[in-house]
């Protein structure tokens, strides 16, 4: 399943967070496929679209950033997939 994922760091949070990233580079786990990572250019948020089938190793990628972001988690469907759903 395909994901959005939205993060949202408050201003008091972007220097630690900056910080933790510069030196992790913030990799996805095993069971988790990044597809692409893009950072707003003030700072304090971005997307990335994943790719799992286990919501565990999602979750465990997001708790290693929830104490300096927040995040919103979208499951979605590429066009075709969601045509199926619309019944075409």
Request: proline share 5%; charged share 15%.
């Amino acid at each position: 399943m395909q994901f959005v994922v939205h993060y949202k760091l408050g201003v008091e949070q972007r220097d630690a967070a900056q910080a933790r990233f510069i030196s992790t580079g913030a990799p996805p786990p095993a069971g988790v496929t990044m597809n692409g990572r893009w950072h707003c250019v003030q700072g304090h948020e971005g997307f990335l679209v994943c790719e799992s089938d286990d919501a565990a190793a999602l979750a465990t990628w997001i708790q290693q950033w929830s104490d300096l972001a927040t995040f919103r988690v979208l499951p979605v469907l590429e066009d075709q997939a969601m045509a199926k759903v619309m019944g075409a």
